[in-house]
C-alpha cells in the first residue's frame, strides 16, 4: 500500500501522497495543500523543499554518494571524458564511440563566436570580474543566437545544447584574456574541448604553446566533479528562470550570477584568498579556527560546511587525492596546501565543526590545484562554470521536457496592514 501524510489543522485531518523516489527518498506531495487548507508551507532556504522530480543526479548527504545517472562520481572522474560525462547528464546515457565522436563534430561546428560579441566585451574595464562579464556576454548570445532561443523540438534541443557547449567555452576564456589585455583567442577545432580550454587561455600570438596532458588530465577531472549537483542555488536559478521560457542562454546567465556568490561556487575564490591570508600572516591556523568559531566575528572557515552533506563531500576527497598528485607531478611545492592540511586536521578534531557536521567541501582543494596550474584566482568560479555548464543544460531540458509550470513560490506576508495614503507635503 502506498504511504500517505496526515495534517491536522483547526481539528480538521487531510491526506497527503507519500512520492518515492528510486532511491527510496520520500517527499510528501504537497500540491493540493492550499487548495483544500488555505494554508500553505513556509520553508526559507528550501532545506527542507523539494522543488522537482529529477532523473540526472543522485545524492546522500548522509553517506557522501554523488552518481550521474547512476554512475558513480569516483568511477567518472577516474576513467571519462568530460564530453562523455556532459552527454550522459544531457541525454541520459553514455555515449557510444560514434554518438561521443558525432557529439564533438557537432559542438565543433558552433565554436566560433560572432565577432561583434567583442564590441561588448571591449566595453568592460579590465579590472571587471570575470563572473559578472562572464553573465554579461553569456546573456548576449541570445541575441545573436535568436534560434537557440525557443527550443521547440528535439532537433533544436540538441542544436542549442551543442551550440552553448561550444560558445561558452570560448567566452569563459575570453574574460581572462580581456583582464589580461591580451587579443582574444579562438578554439581549435584539431584539438579536444579541454585541451582547447588551455589554449584559449594561455596561447598568446608571439610563440607556440602546448598544454602539459598533465594539466590537461587534471582540468578533465575538476570539470567532471563539477558537472552536476542536483537542485543547489544556482542550478535552482537556471530552472526556474527557464521555466517562465525564458531561453537558454538567458537562463544559464542567471546560473553564472548565482554561482558567483562566495557562499556557493565563489567560495573557491575565497578559499584561496583565505588560505593566502593565513599564510601571510604568519601561517596562525589556530587563531583563523577561533575566529571562525566566533559568533561575533563574521569570519567563516570557507571551503567548510555543505547544506547536504553532512558526512563528507566526495568530491573533497577526488580533488584532494588530485591537489598531492598534480602538485607532485608539476614539481610544486606549495606552502598553501600545507596550512589547507592544517586547516583541515584541526577542523575535522574540533568540536564546533563536528558537532555542525562541517567538512572540506568541493571548493577547499580545486583552488590549490587551479593555482599549480597557473590559473589566476578570480577565474576560480569561472572554471566552476564551465564544469557546472552540462549540468544546467541538463537540468533546463529535464525541466522543459517535463513541462514543469513556472516557478511561483509563494510567501507569508508580514508587512503593515491597510494605511491612508497621504501626500508628501503631510508626511
Ligand atoms: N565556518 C564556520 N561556521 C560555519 C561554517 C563555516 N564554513 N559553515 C556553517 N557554519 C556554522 C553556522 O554558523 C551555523 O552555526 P550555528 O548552528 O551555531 O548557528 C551552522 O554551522 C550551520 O550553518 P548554516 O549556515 O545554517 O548551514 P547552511 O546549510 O545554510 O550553509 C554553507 C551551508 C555551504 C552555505 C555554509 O556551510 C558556508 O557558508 N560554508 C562556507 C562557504 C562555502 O564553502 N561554500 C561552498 C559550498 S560547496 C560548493 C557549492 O556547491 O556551492
Known sequence: MSKTAIVEIDGKRYEFPVVEGSENEEAIDINKLRDLTGVITLDPGYKNSGSCTSKIT???????????????????????????????????????????????????????????????IDGFPRTAHPMGV?????????????????VDNEKEMYHAVCKTMGKFLVIATWTYRKSMGYPLNYYDNTKGYVENFMKLMFEIPTGPYKASPIVIDALNK?????????????????????????????????????????????????????????????????????????????????????????????????????????????????????????????????????SRSLYPNVDFYSGIIYRALGIPTDMFTVMFAIGRLP????????????????????????????RDFKTVDKR
Open 222 to 354: 575538476l570539470f567532471i566533479l563539477h558537472a552536476d549537483h542536483e537542485q543547489n542555488c544556482s542550478t535552482s536559478t537556471v530552472r526556474m528562470v527557464g521555466s517562465s521560457h525564458a531561453g537558454l542562454f538567458a537562463s544559464i546567465s542567471a546560473g553564472v550570477s548565482a554561482l558567483w556568490g562566495p557562499l556557493h561556487g565563489g567560495a573557491n575564490q575565497a578559499v584561496l584568498e583565505m588560505l593566502e591570508e593565513i599564510h601571510n600572516n604568519g601561517g596562525d591556523t589556530d587563531k583563523y579556527m577561533a575566529k571562525a568559531k566566533d559568533k561575533n566575528d563574521p569570519f567563516r572557515l570557507m571551503g567548510f560546511g555543505h547544506r547536504v552533506y553532512k558526512n563528507f563531500d566526495p568530491r573533497a576527497k577526488i580533488i584532494k587525492k588530485a591537489a598531492d598528485e598534480v602538485l607532485e607531478t608539476l614539481g610544486v611545492d606549495d606552502p598553501i596546501l600545507a596550512i589547507a592540511k592544517k586547516l583541515e586536521a584541526l577542523a575535522l578534531e574540533d568540536e564546533y565543526f563536528k
Open 58 to 120: 543522485f545524492l546522500d548527504g548522509e553517506l557522501g554518494i554523488l552518481r550521474y545517472r547512476g554512475y558513480s562520481i569516483e568511477d567518472l572522474a577516474d576513467k571519462a571524458d568530460f564530453l562523455e560525462v556532459s552527454f550522459l547528464l544531457i541525454f541520459g546515457e553514455l555515449p557510444t564511440a560514434v554518438q561521443l565522436k558525432q557529439f564533438e563534430d557537432d559542438i565543433r561546428k558552433h565554436t566560433l563566436v560572432n565577432e561583434e560579441m567583442k564590441n561588448i
Open 134 to 150: 562572464l553573465a554579461a556576454l553569456t546573456s548576449a548570445l541570445t541575441a545573436f543566437n535568436p534560434k537557440s532561443v525557443n
Open 391 to 418: 549540468g544546467w543544460i541538463a537540468q533546463w531540458k529535464e525541466m522543459r521536457e517535463n513541462k514543469e509550470p513556472i516557478g511561483r513560490p509563494r510567501q507569508i506576508y508580514t508587512g503593515s496592514p491597510l
